[in-house]
């Protein structure tokens, strides 16, 4: 079967920095233990069971001050997404070892938000509830800054005359840049003096971009990636609304269904920025060799 490799796919240059920070402090015996990642270093099961076997342990919680609260003693790692200064505090205040994995494209954003606040703008910052990076970026100037996801999280803000005057858009790096656009000409046309900054990052918009231009003619796309990466669900979506082409998305191989691979001739294949670049590999090799006849 033809299988369209598109390039570029998986692994972005700061989910690999991450990888290589937690993977560094593993091998590192003068850094205190235990050492812990205070949230999932990046959105992949399969990540992070690698972390595991090297003796990181992965904390989770609904937040990143809650998260922190497991920790008692020794090393903490903040992930790839971005933390507040104020979880910094208090991990420093508690004498915890803290390294910093951040992004660099995330904190660009983070002394982006700080800078236009001390220039005295108000931010609406387009991201998505429930992620991790909204809720580091918003806690570098909180009181200055609101979360808006849709037209309707805009219609409902409450901004005093003197906000109004002056704001600015801000964007989560890992969203569609197509979605993205879409709720900044919604607030532009209610505040047409709004300064926009475009921050989605290079990796996750030329990964889209990709599957748009590569994809087309293509009977179906497989997309490999965790179910919580936004980037690798909103690849899913590219595909279907701008591409035309149905996709599906799968974790790794044993996700694949054979089924819906029947009748079909041409599968593109893409990953997420969070994806190992094995898992990929083992799909596209899969199907090149399938035969629906059999």
């Known amino acids: 079967m033809e299988v369209i490799k598109i390039s570029p796919r998986g692994y972005c240059y700061g989910v690999v920095d991450a990888l290589q920070i937690v993977r560094q402090a593993a091998k590192d015996p003068a850094l205190p233990r235990p050492i812990y990642i205070i949230g999932q270093i990046v959105h992949n099961r399969h990540a992070i069971e690698e972390l595991t076997h090297l003796g990181v342990i992965t904390l989770d919680g609904a937040d990143r001050a809650s998260i922190l609260e497991q920790a008692t003693t020794g090393t903490v790692i903040f992930t790839a997404h971005g933390v507040s200064p104020l979880v910094k505090q208090q991990a420093r205040e508690r ?26 703008y108000y931010i609406l910052y387009v991201g998505k509830k429930g992620h991790p990076e909204p809720e580091g970026v918003l806690g570098e ?36 840049q197509w979605d993205t656009r879409r709720v900044i000409d919604y607030i532009q046309r209610r505040y047409p003096l709004a300064h926009v900054h ?73 990953a997420g920025a969070s994806t190992p670049s094995q898992l990929t590999r083992e799909v596209i090799r899969f199907i090149e060799q399938f035969q629906p006849e059999e």
């Open 95 to 120: 004498g915890l070892h803290c390294i910093d994995a951040t992004c660099p494209d995330v904190t660009v954003t983070h002394d982006l938000v700080q800078r236009l606040v001390g220039q005295g």
């Open 141 to 176: 100037v909180p009181g200055h800054i609101s979360l808006v996801e849709t037209e309707a999280d805009v219609d409902a803000l409450q901004l005093t005359p003197q906000q109004e005057q002056k704001i600015a858009i801000s964007t989560q790096t890992t969203l569609s």
């Open 198 to 270: 475009i921050d989605i990052c290079k990796a996750t918009q030329t990964r889209q971009e990709a599957v748009v231009e590569q994809a087309k003619g293509a009977d179906l796309t497989v997309v490999v990636g965790d179910p919580r990466s936004n980037n690798t669900n909103r690849l899913v979506q590219v595909s279907e609304e701008l591409a035309g082409v149905p996709a599906v998305r799968i974790e790794d191989l044993s996700q694949l269904k054979t089924e819906w691979l029947w009748g079909k001739h041409r599968i593109a294949v893409t």
